[in-house]
Antibody, heavy 114, light 107 residues
Framework: EVQLLESGGGFVQPGGSLRVSCAASGFTFSNYAMSWVRQAPGKGPEWVGSITGRGESTYYADSVKGRFTISRDNSKNTLYLQMNSLRVEDTAVYYC????????WGQGTLVTGS | DIQMTQSPSSLSASVGDRVTITCRASQGIRNYLAWFQQKPGKAPKSLIYAASSLQSGVPSKFSGSGSGTDFTLTISSLQPDDSATYYCQQYNSYPLTFGGGTKVEIK
């Protein structure tokens, strides 16, 4: 059974930094791209970025480019999202999702910046 | 960027009704389209990928069709548990983009 479990969310002052993690199980992690998606309160999902299976390429939304970094440790089956220079508008539930077609999602972790 | 436009933004239908939601891409995306169902306080759940392929475990009352720029999600017989917001998403090219959502309510 595929499972994705995010952790590391919390309250951050504007301008601050936070790293959230996503622990994956139930599939061969290194074979799949992974994505981060966020959802602000009352809004639809917004793609944040994706990383290829071996981690050689990353892609970002313009709204986070230069501030957020996606990485992965395939030996630990874990995906990361490093968020720097956080803004109030980054407040959202952050989800990790398997692949770019997002066939499985985690339960999400809330990041609050205000 | 590819814009995804869903219609309607909301609908109300009766139990047993056939419901169709439309998603239009601003440029061709071949069949690289997914559909999701989201209930309040929960993560989105994948229903359909590659425009018409049903995710494992998803009831066959959900179906998807289309290619290029125009796509549809159909619920063949609406049930109370189908009350949710539905989103389309293109994964043909970066940035990946979602439609604005369709809120489905039961009359």
């Amino acid at each position: 059974e595929v499972q994705l479990l995010e952790s590391g969310g919390g309250f951050v002052q504007p301008g601050g930094s936070l790293r959230v993690s996503c622990a994956a199980s139930g599939f061969t992690f290194s074979n799949y791209a992974m994505s981060w998606v966020r959802q602000a309160p009352g809004k639809g999902p917004e793609w944040v970025g994706s990383i290829t299976g071996r981690g050689e390429s990353t892609y970002y939304a313009d709204s986070v480019k230069g501030r957020f970094t996606i990485s992965r440790d395939n030996s630990k089956n874990t995906l990361y999202l490093q968020m720097n220079s956080l803004r109030v508008e980054d407040t959202a539930v952050y989800y990790c999702a398997k692949d770019i077609m997002m066939d499985y999602w985690g339960q999400g972790t809330l990041v609050t910046g205000s | 960027d590819i814009q995804m436009t869903q219609s309607p933004s909301s609908l109300s239908a009766s139990v047993g009704d056939r419901v169709t939601i439309t998603c239009r891409a601003s440029q061709g995306i071949r069949n690289y389209l997914a559909w999701f169902q989201q209930k309040p306080g929960k993560a989105p759940k994948s229903l359909i990928y590659a425009a018409s392929s049903l995710q494992s475990g998803v009831p066959s009352k959900f179906s998807g069709s289309g290619s290029g720029t125009d796509f549809t999600l159909t619920i063949s017989s609406l049930q109370p548990d189908d009350s949710a917001t539905y989103y389309c998403q293109q994964y043909n090219s970066y940035p990946l983009t979602f439609g604005g959502g369709t809120k489905v309510e039961i009359k």
